[in-house]
């Protein structure tokens, strides 16, 4: 179809175009003299017209563009993330592991100090709450949308999440510090400020994430399975947790997966509510700090190239990290656990 | 071949990448020789018509920025040629800004001597104003005055309830900054003496946020800069004296720093002309001591960065 492309739009000058865009390609071919160049800019078959050579070169561009953007972020957070080892020599079992943030303590006292240990598990226990809380809910939610009330269940669920997937993490976080903070503070006790302040609010941020995954794997489910479900006499309730949710699960578990990742690594919203308390939590109503949140307390006061601020790169690697196995998680469950 | 055109597809992309980075650091010089034009031209056009006028850029100390800014529109509205951008950040940011010359004046609210990383011997320090801090609590708290004891006790987590103080049965629920703000700098060394706080305090981002948290959380104690103290929190008395203006330029409430501007050598055009504005009677007598400040004028002790007072 691409072929006969230009005929088709210009049927007296096809064969013309086609010709002189023939040369032109052959004398780049020969300049060049790459496969690879003539396979990505012009495609392997000749005869095209000039604006498809165009377009195909312009869309090649911005792929390169975007490979290149990410290539460049990754290498950036992982030189200077890297830097806190092998310029400040610090071990990355005391970074992972310690317990005490004194990343200004002077020499005469100790030095500098940079566990991040609270950070992390603070960052893990409340992503982990979060999706706990967040994922039944949400897929019982994409349940409900997609079998029980496919009807007004779209109508009116599908825009409701839409918006709360569009709320500002700021908005988010400003509701939890002014109604949940007080609210733990007066029911529960505590300071309000905790863990369980900033998984709540996190589960209503990953809602949105989870069900619209969720519920596109089970919207594209064979409408014969259904079928076969029911005729062989099996309740709505079977089929649903037998037959659909086993079937979707690769698509619901990367639901879940996304909405973690999104947890893990949102800053704002969780920052305003957890107190930012850098001790490891034995509660959930204690206050908690995570990577994220000390990573943009700190960022301001620190000058670049100092231990400090590579510590906070290092963080920023730690979160890449995660994110990345996050995203190998996913490919692995899809591959795995996608239906023949 | 498949093997061939992912390898060849490989080499293509580290040498776009390398082309890329290229061009930004070219892009990079040429702007910061295009800086440079202007400054000299600055200068040029100043002494033929004694007008002022260009473009500057000053960064850093959050404290420091409503005041910056308030007095950077003034002096831009009587000098219409001249442009002067204020930006937040913090204080590491202004400081390491102005040294590796990315800003004409680094705003901080401490010594560039105390900040690792920045050779102090290239800045000249340019002392704007004196900020207090105080220690605030909970309005709900009883208690009006501290020991420097007792505080360095609270903020070290051996003391955790008001009753210890002879307030009511409250829990003492500590709020910081965060590790490297200049009001935290300030407290530490001049309220605790140095000493190390314990980590079971909360740490929040901006003095605005620490303001709401402790006038909305029994218990709660933190400090705050004079400018931001209201009657939303109640300032503590420290050793008997209370955080006051007179206490601070008399030397004997000891709880305060200097706003510094910092600049990379002697500052000439525009930059000049800037910080002589900012210490002239204009600024010096209104917005300083309507935003909270106390004019540097008004001081009649000195302190260097090592902490040594001295009466002027």
């Given at each position: 179809?691409?072929?006969?492309?230009?005929?088709?739009?210009?049927?007296?000058?096809?064969?013309?175009?086609?010709?002189?865009?023939?040369?032109?390609?052959?004398?780049?071919?020969?300049?060049?003299?790459?496969?690879?160049?003539?396979?990505?800019?012009?495609?392997?078959?000749?005869?095209?017209?000039?604006?498809?050579n165009?377009?195909?070169?312009?869309?090649?561009?911005?792929?390169?563009?975007?490979?290149?953007?990410?290539?460049?972020?990754?290498?950036?957070?992982?030189?200077?993330?890297?830097?806190?080892?092998?310029?400040?020599?610090?071990?990355?079992?005391?970074?992972?592991?310690?317990?005490?943030?004194?990343?200004?303590?002077?020499?005469?006292?100790?030095?500098?100090?940079?566990?991040?240990?609270?950070?992390?598990?603070?960052?893990?226990?409340?992503?982990?709450?979060?999706?706990?809380?967040?994922?039944?809910?949400?897929?019982?939610?994409?349940?409900?949308?997609?079998?029980?009330?496919?009807?007004?269940?779209?109508?009116?669920?599908?825009?409701?999440?839409e918006?709360?997937?569009?709320?500002?993490?700021?908005?988010?976080?400003?509701?939890?510090?002014?109604?949940?903070?007080?609210?733990?503070r007066?029911?529960?006790?505590?300071?309000?400020f905790?863990?369980?302040?900033?998984?709540?609010?996190?589960?209503?941020?990953?809602?949105?994430?989870?069900?619209?995954?969720?519920?596109?794997?089970?919207?594209?489910?064979?409408?014969?399975?259904?079928?076969?479900?029911?005729?062989?006499?099996?309740?709505?309730?079977?089929?649903?947790?037998?037959?659909?949710?086993?079937?979707?699960?690769?698509?619901?578990?990367?639901?879940?997966?996304?909405?973690?990742?999104?947890?893990?690594?949102?800053?704002?919203?969780?920052q305003?509510?957890?107190?930012?308390?850098?001790?490891v939590?034995?509660s959930?109503?204690?206050?908690?700090?995570?990577?994220?949140?000390?990573?943009?307390?700190?960022?301001?006061?620190?000058?670049?190239?100092?231990?400090?601020?590579?510590?906070?790169?290092?963080?920023?690697?730690l979160?890449?990290?995660?994110?990345?196995?996050?995203?190998?998680?996913?490919?692995?469950?899809?591959?795995?656990?996608?239906?023949? | 071949?498949?093997?061939?055109?992912?390898?060849?597809?490989?080499?293509?992309?580290?040498?776009?990448?390398?082309?890329?980075?290229?061009?930004?650091?070219?892009?990079?010089?040429?702007?910061?020789?295009?800086?440079?034009?202007?400054?000299?031209?600055?200068?040029?056009?100043?002494?033929?018509?004694?007008?002022?006028?260009?473009?500057?850029?000053?960064?850093?100390?959050?404290?420091?920025?409503?005041?910056?800014?308030?007095?950077?529109?003034?002096?831009?509205?009587?000098?219409?040629?001249?442009?002067?951008?204020?930006?937040?950040?913090?204080?590491?940011?202004?400081?390491?800004?102005?040294?590796?010359?990315?800003?004409?004046?680094?705003?901080?609210?401490?010594?560039?001597?105390?900040?690792?990383?920045?050779?102090?011997s290239?800045?000249?320090?340019?002392?704007?104003?004196?900020?207090?801090?105080?220690?605030?609590?909970?309005?709900?708290?009883?208690?009006?005055?501290?020991?420097?004891?007792?505080?360095?006790?609270?903020?070290?987590?051996?003391?955790?309830?008001?009753?210890?103080?002879?307030?009511?049965?409250?829990?003492?629920?500590?709020?910081?900054?965060?590790?490297?703000?200049?009001?935290?700098?300030?407290?530490?060394?001049?309220?605790?003496?140095?000493?190390?706080?314990?980590?079971?305090?909360?740490?929040?981002?901006?003095?605005?946020?620490?303001?709401k948290?402790?006038?909305?959380?029994?218990?709660?104690?933190?400090y705050?800069?004079?400018?931001?103290?209201?009657?939303?929190?109640?300032?503590?008395?420290?050793?008997?004296?209370?955080?006051?203006?007179?206490?601070?330029?008399?030397?004997?409430?000891?709880?305060?720093?200097?706003?510094?501007?910092?600049?990379?050598?002697?500052?000439?055009?525009?930059?000049?002309?800037?910080?002589?504005y900012m210490l002239?009677?204009?600024?010096?007598?209104?917005?300083?001591?309507?935003?909270?400040?106390?004019?540097?004028?008004?001081?009649?002790?000195?302190?260097?960065?090592?902490?040594?007072?001295?009466?002027?």
């Amino acid at each position: 179809m691409a072929k006969s492309g230009s005929h088709l739009v210009l049927p007296g000058l096809g064969r013309h175009v086609g010709a002189i865009s023939g040369g032109y390609q052959k004398a780049i071919h020969m300049t060049l003299g790459s496969r690879f160049w003539r396979a990505a800019v012009f495609g392997r078959e000749r005869g095209r017209s000039r604006a498809e050579n165009v377009g195909r070169g312009i869309a090649f561009m911005c792929a390169a563009l975007a490979v290149l953007v990410t290539i460049a972020i990754i290498a950036f957070i992982t030189i200077k993330g890297l830097s806190t080892f092998t310029v400040n020599d610090v071990s990355i079992k005391e970074f992972l592991l310690g317990r005490q943030w004194m990343p200004d303590r002077p020499a005469e006292q100790g030095g500098p100090l940079v566990g991040s240990f609270p950070m992390l598990a603070g960052s893990i226990y409340v992503s982990l709450f979060a999706v706990a809380v967040g994922a039944p809910l949400g897929i019982i939610v994409a349940v409900f949308m997609t079998e029980i009330a496919p009807v007004w269940g779209q109508r009116i669920l599908q825009p409701a999440i839409e918006l709360l997937a569009g709320i500002p993490s700021v908005v988010y976080g400003y509701i939890g510090l002014s109604t949940l903070v007080p609210f733990i503070r007066n029911h529960f006790g505590g300071h309000g400020f905790s863990l369980l302040a900033g998984f709540l609010v996190l589960s209503v941020m990953i809602l949105p994430t989870i069900i619209s995954v969720s519920s596109d794997s089970l919207r594209v489910l064979p409408r014969q399975w259904k079928e076969a479900s029911v005729s062989l006499g099996a309740t709505r309730w079977h089929t649903i947790f037998y037959v659909l949710l086993p079937a979707a699960r690769a698509g619901i578990l990367t639901g879940v997966v996304l909405g973690l990742a999104r947890a893990f690594g949102e800053a704002l919203a969780v920052q305003m509510v957890i107190g930012n308390t850098r001790q490891v939590p034995h509660s959930i109503l204690d206050p908690i700090c995570t990577l994220t949140s000390a990573i943009t307390l700190d960022m301001g006061y620190t000058v670049m190239g100092t231990m400090w601020n590579n510590t906070l790169w290092s963080m920023g690697l730690l979160l890449l990290t995660v994110s990345f196995l996050f995203i190998v998680i996913i490919k692995v469950v899809v591959k795995r656990m996608a239906p023949q | 071949m498949r093997k061939g055109s992912r390898l060849s597809s490989l080499v293509i992309y580290i040498l776009m990448a390398m082309l890329v980075l290229a061009l930004v650091g070219c892009g990079k010089q040429e702007s910061s020789e295009g800086s440079e034009k202007s400054g000299s031209s600055n200068e040029a056009g100043e002494s033929a018509s004694e007008e002022i006028s260009g473009f500057i850029t000053a960064v850093g100390s959050t404290a420091m920025e409503p005041l910056v800014k308030a007095a950077a529109d003034q002096f831009t509205s009587k000098n219409p040629k001249a442009q002067v951008v204020v930006q937040g950040g913090g204080s590491g940011t202004g400081l390491s800004q102005v040294f590796q010359g990315g800003a004409d004046i680094g705003n901080s609210d401490v010594f560039a001597e105390e900040k690792e990383g920045i050779d102090a011997s290239q800045l000249v320090d340019h002392k704007i104003c004196v900020v207090g801090v105080a220690c605030v609590v909970n309005p709900g708290v009883t208690v009006d005055s501290l020991t420097k004891q007792q505080l360095i006790d609270i903020f070290t987590a051996k003391i955790t309830n008001w009753k210890e103080v002879g307030g009511p049965d409250q829990e003492i629920v500590v709020i910081h900054r965060p590790k490297g703000s200049g009001t935290r700098a300030t407290f530490k060394k001049f309220a605790l003496d140095g000493t190390e706080e314990s980590d079971k305090g909360m740490e929040q981002e901006s003095s605005g946020a620490v303001k709401k948290i402790v006038a909305e959380t029994p218990g709660a104690i933190s400090y705050l800069a004079l400018s931001y103290v209201d009657e939303t929190v109640k300032a503590m008395a420290i050793d008997g004296v209370a955080p006051t203006v007179e206490g601070i330029t008399d030397g004997k409430y000891p709880v305060w720093a200097y706003q510094h501007m910092y600049t990379k050598g002697e500052p000439t055009g525009l930059t000049k002309a800037f910080l002589e504005y900012m210490l002239s009677p204009e600024v010096q007598d209104t917005l300083v001591t309507q935003m909270g400040y106390i004019p540097i004028t008004q001081m009649k002790v000195e302190r260097d960065a090592q902490g040594n007072v001295k009466p002027l």
